[in-house]
C-alpha cells in the first residue's frame, strides 16, 4: 500500500513559471494556466488522483462523475493555496482579505504564560494560518518534517524572505523536541499538523468518516509531556480571494489522567479536523491512502 513520505510533489522550474506569471500579469492568469496544470494531475497522477478519489466516492458518498470533478477541483484549489502563499509571503501586491473566528482564542492562550500547542491538519492553507498568527503577542513555531526538496526550499526562501514565524524541522536526532520545550518555557506557541505519520511513528486508530485511520500520537504526547494548553486551527479559501481563519477554545487535559486525557485530546482533534473536512471537503489535500 502506498504511505505518506513528507514530500512533496511540486518542481522548481514550475515554482518559477508562475511566479513571473504573478510578478506581471497577477493571481488570475496564474489560476487561468493552473486549470491545465490541474487536469494534467489528475490524468497522470495516478495513485494520489485514486486516493482523493476513494474519499470523496467511498467516505463522503459521492456519485462517479461527482467525485471525479471534485478530485479537479481539490487539485485547482491546492494549486491556488501555493500560489495565494507564495502571493502573500513574497509581498506581492494583491486583493486577499482574512477573517478571523478565534483571534482572542489565541490571545488568551499566548497571556496564559504557558506556553500553547496549535494542532491542525492538511486541509486549508497551513503557510497562509501561520503568516496570519504573527498578530498575536508571542513567537510562532511551525514545526514539519523536512521532506521538501531541498531546490523548492531555496527558491521558496528567496522569493519570501524571512519567514514572520520560527520553523523546527523534525529531525531523527529527536532535537526538535528540545527545540519545542524551550519555545513553550518561553511561552511560545508551537503548530503542527496531526493526521499524518511516517512509518514506525506511534499511532493510535480513530474513527474518521465513517472508517478507522491512524493518526500520529507524537503531537499529543508532547502537549500531555510540556503540559501545555492545546488549541485546534485551520485557515480555509472561501472564496477568490478571501480567507477564513478558526481557532478552538483552549483545551486543558492535565485534570483527566494520562490515558483519558489522551483520549479525550485525540477525539477533540479528529473530531475538529472531520468539522471542516466536511465543510470544506474540496480542501483536504491528502494524497495517500489515509485509510490503509
Known sequence: MSSWKGKSKGKPWGYSIFLAILKYGGVSPAYFLLRFVSFYYVVFSYQSSKSIF???????????????????QNYFIFGQSIIDKVVVMSGIRNKFTFEFDGRSNLNQIAAMG?????????????????????????????????GEDQQIKAFMERVTGKLSVNI?????????????????????????????????????????????????????????????????????????????????????????????????????????????????PEQWYNYYNFWQ
Request: proline residues 2%.
Open 54 to 72: 476513494y474519499y470523496f466516492h467511498k467516505r463522503l458518498g459521492y456519485g462517479r462523475l461527482k467525485s471525479l470533478w471534485k478530485v479537479y
Open 114 to 146: 504557558k506556553g500553547g500547542l496549535l494542532l491542525s491538519a492538511h486541509i486549508g492553507s497551513w503557510e497562509i494560518a501561520g503568516n496570519l498568527l504573527k498578530h498575536i503577542n508571542t513567537r510562532i513555531n511551525i514545526v514539519m518534517y523536512d
Open 168 to 280: 523546527i524541522v523534525i529531525k531523527d536526532d529527536i532535537s526538535h523536541i528540545f527545540k519545542i520545550n524551550e519555545a513553550f518555557q518561553n511561552n511560545e506557541l508551537v503548530c503542527m499538523h496531526a493526521d499524518r505519520y511516517l512509518e514506525g511513528n506511534k499511532t493510535i486508530t480513530k474513527s474518521f468518516l465513517g472508517e478507522d485511520a491512524k493518526f500520529p500520537l507524537g503531537p499529543f504526547i508532547l502537549a500531555q509531556k510540556f503540559r501545555v494548553p492545546v488549541a485546534y486551527v485551520f485557515a480555509m479559501k472561501e472564496t477568490k480571494f478571501h480567507y477564513h481563519f478558526y481557532a478552538s477554545t483552549i483545551k486543558e487535559y492535565l485534570h483527566l489522567g494520562k490515558d483519558a486525557g489522551m483520549e479525550q485530546m485525540t477525539s477533540d482533534f479528529v473530531g475538529e479536523m472531520e468539522k471542516y473536512v466536511k465543510k470544506y
